[in-house]
């Protein structure tokens, strides 16, 4: 059974930041190219950084130089280091895996940015 489990959400004063993980399990981590998505109250769930099996990270120009997306496949972990946090970064951020075979989703964590 495949599982994807995101921590490290919480509430956080605008300018801080935080780190986000995924714990994968029940599949073969390092076959699947990764993702970070987000969904705000109201909006359309957006892509927010990439990080392909073996190729280069990709980010949503709204977070561009503040976001790090990283990965661990001997712990099946995925990250996303997020600097500089705004106000319209509040979310749930959701990670995912996929290949052309499967697609899998994590159940989210909560982001909310406010003084």
């Known amino acids: 059974q495949v599982q994807l489990v995101e921590s490290g959400g919480g509430l956080v004063q605008p300018g801080r930041s935080l780190r986000l993980s995924c714990a994968a399990s029940?599949?073969?981590?390092?076959?699947?190219?990764m993702g970070w998505y987000r969904q705000a109250p109201g909006k359309q769930r957006e892509l927010v950084a990439t990080l392909p099996r073996g190729g280069s990270a990709s980010y949503v120009d709204s977070v561009k130089g503040r976001f790090t997306i990283s990965r661990d496949n001997d712990k099946k972990m995925l990250y996303l280091q997020m600097t500089s946090l705004k106000p319209e970064d509040t979310a749930v951020y959701y990670c995912?895996?996929?290949?052309?075979?499967?697609?899998?989703w994590g159940q989210g964590t909560q982001v909310t940015v406010s003084s």
């Open positions: 029940g599949m073969t981590f390092s076959w699947y190219d």
């Open positions: 995912k895996g996929q290949n052309r075979w499967d697609e899998y």
